[in-house]
């Protein structure tokens, strides 16, 4: 327990965690089961290419979002690039550019431009006011993301893209598992994308997944997956090679089967975080709601850094030091990345919530792997911290470091 800002590592503390607390470590389901799947696919040498265990994964995806069509893949950003391209988007792409690079990326990549919109600072997704603002005669489409499993405002982007016939496609990366409005994220738009990355909610290793009712749709992209073969010897598009692993799946298929402690775990975490964390100056939980079905995978925090006395960053070095990693996403935003930064050099100007919210955004560690120990110390120093912003942010502003001190 540290009891004053001496005791913090950045000024020669002892720091906190002697194995270090990430954002993103894996949740991992019933090993055995997963190692039995294994010994089944070596047993059977079927290893890829719409294996028995992808096609079970597939369908078990597809009854949880309550959808036609779950095609798997290896992972979200070739699953984005592949919907984008079997939905016939060119020209122009709406996106916010809160979000992880990929969604911008699986665009340009194919040479569509994305439009960054900009957020909303309340639920951190797209605006569609701002939507509307951005068609032009080259706009083709809008991809909404629903960021840290809270959905967009998807009926006011339908509206948007039915009256402006344009495709709407949702990178649902961070929200397999949730709800928008009472309805499964996953049903939305013409299509969906999960992610089913080491880091995510549920993983498979590296995976992916689109989910759509458009039965077109879903054969174009089975065939574009597997390099546009219709069948042996017959290419009917030009393809790649998006096809998820037979033991992908079986890690997938595993998880599947830890899912509802894998919730549990979280909303605990998020519970504990929001009791611990009530109060401190500046420092606000984002909230979930929770008449939603929510996987409770982000543990995400605005920092006012006026009401705090100290800045976001200068927080962050804190808890590094104390062996918490936690994380600035989606610091800077897309349009400050490249290529975005060179082709857009003002978009800047258009994003102010989005400026705003990667200057404020924090986000903790949570997950199976984080012990509830581990989160009630993580919020004692950032009390510690926080409660002594002024001193603690002067401090570290006039240099006085762990290593400044030993020099
Ligand atoms: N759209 C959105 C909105 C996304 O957030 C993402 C991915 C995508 C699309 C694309 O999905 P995929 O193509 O990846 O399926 C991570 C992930 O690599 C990325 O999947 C994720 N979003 C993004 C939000 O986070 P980094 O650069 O922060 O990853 P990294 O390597 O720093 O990992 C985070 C932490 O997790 C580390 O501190 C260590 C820990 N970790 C990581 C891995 C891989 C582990 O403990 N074990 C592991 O196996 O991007």
Sequence with gaps: MKRDVND???????????EKL?????NIGDRERLLERINDIIDRRWLTNNGQYVREFERSIAEIVGVKHCVAMCNATVALEIVIRAAGLHGEVIVPSFTFVATAHALQW??????????????????PLQVERMITPRTTGIIGVHLWGRGCDVEALADIARTHNLALLFDAAHSFGCSQDGRMI????????????????LN????GAVVTNDDILA???RRMKNFGFADY???????????????????GLTSLESLDGFIATNYGNYKQYQRELEGIPGVRLLPYDERERCNYQYIVLEIDETAARITRDQIMHCLWAEGVLARRYFYPGCHRMEPYRSYFPHAGLLLPQTEALAQRVLVLPTGTAVAVDAIGALCQIMRLVVTHGETVGERLAAGATKDSRAA
């Design 204 to 207: 498979s290793f590296e995976g």
């Design 22 to 26: 990430h954002v993103g470590r894996p």
């Design 110 to 127: 194919q040479e569509i431009t994305p439009v960054f919109c900009d957020v909303d600072p309340r639920t951190h997704t797209i605006d």
């Design 186 to 201: 996953g049903g939305f738009g013409d299509a969906e994308v999960f992610s089913f990355h080491a880091t995510k909610f």
């Design 8 to 18: 913090l590592a950045i000024f020669g503390g002892i720091p906190a965690f002697a």
């Design 219 to 221: 054969a174009k992209m």
């Design 233 to 251: 010897d017959n290419v009917d598009y030009i393809g790649t090679n998006g096809k998820m692993s037979e033991i992908a799946a079986a890690m």
